[in-house]
């Protein structure tokens, strides 16, 4: 399954200082954004995992939005990632 | 999929924190427009001819406030005149690139521009006074010289107020922090839309005072504006990024606690017999301050006497200090002869 990533605001500088990605995910599988979070932890997270991930969610003041779309209107956490998705994380903590 | 709150039958594509609705782009944008025109109006902040300098840092909260304030002095009349201030602390690597930021926003809303440097006002760039004070206590010359080179801005400038970009989020922060510092002065201050230190003073104005940061983001991303999203290279301040995660955890939960935090900090009644600062003007450099000399002025001569700590610790020992090395240099010129 192909999905599309990006960062924002800052929240690049945890992976890599890439802003875009293509990604190739496990198609066998149902991956929700709870999944999803694990497998950016293990395999895409360059900088410390307390600047991203609290507990099994990200850290407050980091935005997720999927198709343009606030997370918090789509189930958060609960949200089965669809084919071709575009998944964003932006950072609300750096700079003013 | 959910539906706009607003019944006009698009697509929401946000949560409000502040109201928990769900809007669509379009309403989206109404409302945060319409909430800022609001606080603008009802706080008034601003008369028609008026002269406003906007605090630009490049960062995401000036570059929505230029933006919203171009749109709704078009769109309301207000009759202002707005022009761009910034400051350049002198931070390779990280106001070179914000400033670059600033310009492009200078070109995009084609507002005149006010770049004022540290080592133009000062003499030292805050890559030399990291030099000879460290990572530690860099913030406290950066803020004070910071707030002081706006009143200088301004005044070149010749404006009538200067608009920063301050939102909902860092007020709250504020407020947190003054209480637990016991900082009554700037507790009483903070929550203040507009301030007057004295009445030569040019008053600082908040027009995002109540604009929270994930709609002030949100709203950028929506329409595109560029913005610059680096922390300074220099030691975080780390006191306030516990109070700001503090406030993200607690928002998580209960996301009015911004806006009941600075209405607290609004309600609070201040006893009279707490000492308020009598504003005057710095003997030495003539700016608005509420010691003798400003504390830009001390931070300044320590820097210059080769003594940097001087402003950081107690006036007493700051006293102290500079005694000693008048002392040193008396005895230095009797054994020269
Ligand atoms: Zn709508
Ligand atoms: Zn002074």
Not at chain 2, 119 to 134: A, F, H, P, Q, R
Request: glycine fraction near 8%; charge should be positive; proline fraction near 2%.
């Amino acid at each position: 399954m192909e999905i599309k990533l990006d960062f924002g605001g800052g929240a690049e500088v945890l992976f890599d200082n890439i802003k875009k990605r293509d990604l190739t995910l496990d198609s066998s599988k149902k991956w929700t954004i709870r999944t999803f979070l694990q497998y950016m932890k293990e395999n895409l997270l360059t900088d410390r995992e307390e600047l991203f991930l609290q507990g099994e969610c990200v850290r407050p003041g980091i935005l997720v939005l999927i198709n343009d779309t606030d997370w918090e209107l789509l189930g958060e956490l609960d949200y089965e990632i669809q084919p071709n998705d575009n998944i964003s994380f932006i950072s609300t903590l750096h700079g003013g | 999929m959910v539906l706009c709150k607003a019944n006009c039958g698009n697509k929401a594509i946000l949560k409000r924190p502040k109201t928990g609705d769900a809007l669509c782009k379009e309403c989206f944008f109404t409302a945060f427009e319409c909430e800022i025109h609001e606080t603008i109006t009802k706080g008034q902040l601003f008369k028609s001819g008026d002269k406003v300098a906007i605090g630009a840092s490049g960062g995401k909260d000036s570059t929505v406030l230029a933006y919203v304030l171009k749109l709704l002095n078009e769109r309301y009349k207000y009759n202002l005149k707005i022009v761009l201030l910034s400051i350049d602390e002198g931070i390779t690597g990280y106001r070179d690139d914000s400033l670059e930021t600033v310009k492009k926003n200078r070109d995009d809303y084609g507002m005149e521009l006010k770049i004022l440097s540290y080592e133009e006002l000062y003499g030292w760039t805050m890559d030399k006074v990291v030099s000879v004070i460290g990572k530690t206590n860099n913030c406290t010359f950066c803020g004070v010289f910071r707030r002081q080179a706006l009143d200088r801005g301004a005044k070149m400038l010749e404006v009538d107020c200067v608009a920063t970009g301050h939102n909902a989020d860092d007020i709250a922060e504020t407020v947190l922090m003054n209480i637990l510092r016991g900082d009554m002065v700037r507790l009483r201050r903070c929550t203040k839309i507009k301030t007057h230190s004295n009445e030569d003073a040019i008053p600082r104005v908040k027009p995002l005072k109540y604009t929270y940061e994930k709609e002030i983001v949100m709203y950028a991303h929506f329409k595109k504006l560029v913005y610059f999203s680096t922390e300074c290279i220099f030691a975080p301040n780390a006191y306030r990024g516990h109070a700001r995660m503090f406030l993200k955890d607690l928002e998580k939960i209960r996301p009015s606690v911004i806006m009941d935090i600075i209405h607290s900090g609004e309600q609070i009644q201040f006893k009279e017999n707490i000492k308020k600062p009598v504003l005057d003007i710095c003997q030495t450099c003539g700016f608005v301050s509420s010691c003798q000399p400003c504390k830009a002025c001390v931070l300044l001569e320590g820097l210059n006497r080769g003594l940097p700590k001087l402003g950081i610790g107690k006036k007493s020992k700051g006293e102290r200090m500079i005694a000693q090395q008048n002392l040193e240099r008396i005895h230095r010129v009797k054994n020269d002869f």
